[in-house]
């Protein structure tokens, strides 16, 4: 399987889809070797975004420290989830785990710039 290095130059020379592809042959016949994949990528897209904003974050407001923790926390659930679609595993786990944690962040942040919660 790709590395992360690998999917994103791939991404950004033009060249994903044959590594998408690739990826695909290596799984070998799994009836769900294209979800496998594209949710992996789709877990190192996020994990990236997350990496991004992280350091815009240290930028532009280095004291904001739960934005900080939530940053590394979410972008290590993501990469996990690319590295279990490497090792020819489901990265659903991953994904479905993200879904009530960025809610409860939501919430979390919302009632800690809100006042509710000190």
Known sequence: MSKA???ITGFLSGKLRNIFYADI???GGHSEATTRVSAGYVCLAA?????MGLSVI????PTHLE??????VFAAICYAGF???RA???PMPAI???IPLHLGAIAFLSFRHSGVVE
């Not at 994990?47 to 990496?51: F, I, K, P, Q, T």
């Open 5 to 7: 290095w690998q999917v």
């Open 47 to 51: 994990a990236v975004g997350w990496l």
């Open 96 to 98: 479905n785990a993200l």
């Open 58 to 61: 240290l930028v532009m407001n």
């Open 88 to 90: 020819g595993q489901d």
């Open 83 to 85: 590295l279990r679609m």
């Open 67 to 72: 934005a900080h923790i939530l940053s590394v």
């Open 25 to 27: 042959e290596r799984l």
